[in-house]
């Protein structure tokens, strides 16, 4: 049921400093020594490159820090997040797509599959929109193309629930988006929901699940304008919005619609506590919101969970002890439940686009989908 095996073909030339941990304190981020600092928004790759570092003869402590952490993959703001990665962290390259490729083969996704202990993913849709979707074997580290059938257009973010892969398609100017169920070992796709009353969906981002909210199973996506916004689909029939999906009543019920671009959506372990990032491209909003639920189950008190320091927050898992693990413009950032960071794993080297926009989070092992490349980072303890 395959149709392409993607060969491995990068070269890891620096280990040494591709896993290195680099610890600094809160108040670099908040004092620096130097007065003459500036830094340009979305100039810079991550906080540790925006300081002139060039002139010696002016440089201050600070800089200097800065300056040596330039090249480490890992930046820790405290002991919880170093006891998470452990003292000698060990980034494994599993694959890089050929030059020649026509999209990014790892961009969303990053959904667990027990039955097969695989992880999926899905490509990028730009600047050619596909049906590419791909599963990483955690045992053997192999890359596989899927075949599924029907094929899912343009499709972007996977989650798992109770036996079945769901799986978000952004669709086109003719075939209207919707939320797909596949059958992880026949690969079989069926449509779950692709309309609200009779409008076509925008362009489903992003999927999660709840079991304890009311006792019942509810599906939450985000379905936000990003295909129109990228030109490959229609014009919107309503603004962005975040839906919920009881999987019993088949009720399709808008409870979000007051962010720009909702993107990735998750619950805590209690499922009391939701969060969603807005990723809007054209304005300063870079935010995480978090929501409580009321008791007929819908969000209910929005407040800023966490800001992006650089680029867009896009996918976002929450672990067994309720960190919140977002990807953002520098990497995978890890928050505590507080929204306090507790360190980076930095993107900045893993792919030539140096960017992360989703990642996949099981048991003790980080699946890192750096667009052109995909990284395997096995943690010391387990975090789901």
């Not at 392409?4 to 030339?13: K, S």
């Not at 990028?124 to 590419?132: A, C, D, G, M, S």
């Not at 129109?228 to 029939?237: D, E, I, R, T, W």
């Not at 990497?331 to 989703?358: F, M, Q």
Request: negative net charge; charged residues 15%; glycine residues 6%.
């Amino acid at each position: 049921m395959f149709l392409q095996l993607i060969v491995i073909t990068f070269v890891l030339t620096n280990a040494n400093a591709l896993n290195k941990i680099v610890t600094f304190p809160f108040s670099i981020t908040s004092r620096l020594d130097s007065t003459s600092f500036y830094r340009y928004k979305n100039q810079s790759f991550s906080f540790t490159t925006f300081t002139d570092t060039t002139n010696s003869k002016n440089s201050t402590s600070d800089q200097n820090e800065l300056a040596i952490a330039q090249d480490a993959s890992f930046l820790s703001y405290s002991a919880e997040f170093l006891s998470i990665i452990g003292s000698n962290p060990d980034l494994k390259l599993i694959q890089e797509q050929p030059a020649s490729a026509e999209t990014q083969f790892a961009h969303e996704g990053g959904a667990y599959i027990p039955e097969t202990n695989e992880v999926w993913f899905t490509a990028n849709q730009l600047p050619k929109q596909n049906t590419n979707m791909y599963s990483i074997n955690l045992k053997t580290n192999q890359i596989t193309q899927l075949n599924i059938q029907p094929p899912i257009l343009t499709p972007n973010g996977v989650n798992y629930f109770k036996g079945y892969v769901y799986v978000c398609s952004q669709g086109n100017t003719t075939t209207p988006a919707a939320v797909y169920a596949v059958n992880p070992t026949t690969y079989s796709s069926r449509i779950v929901v692709n309309s609200w009353f009779g409008y076509r969906l925008n362009s489903p981002n992003d999927v999660t699940f709840t079991t304890k909210v009311l006792g019942k199973k509810f599906m939450w996506f985000t379905d936000p304008q990003i295909a129109f916004m990228q030109k490959f689909s229609g014009v919107p029939q309503y603004r962005s919005t975040v839906f919920r999906y009881d999987m019993m009543t088949s009720e399709l019920r808008p409870v979000i619609t007051d962010i720009i671009t909702p993107n990735g959506i998750a619950f805590n372990q209690e499922e009391n506590v939701l969060y969603v990032t807005d990723t809007s491209p054209d304005t300063d909003t870079a935010i995480v919101y978090a929501y409580d639920l009321n008791k007929d189950g819908l969000p209910i008190n929005r407040r800023v969970f966490s800001v992006s320091s650089i680029g867009l927050p896009d996918g976002i898992r929450v672990d067994r002890n309720d960190r919140v693990w977002i990807a953002e413009g520098d990497g995978i950032n890890v928050r505590d439940r507080t929204g306090a960071l507790l360190g980076v794993i930095l993107s900045h080297g893993l792919s030539p686009a140096g960017v992360i926009s989703n990642f996949g989070l099981m048991k003790n092992t980080v699946v890192i989908l750096a667009q052109e490349t995909v990284w395997r980072l096995d943690l010391p303890v387990d975090v789901l």
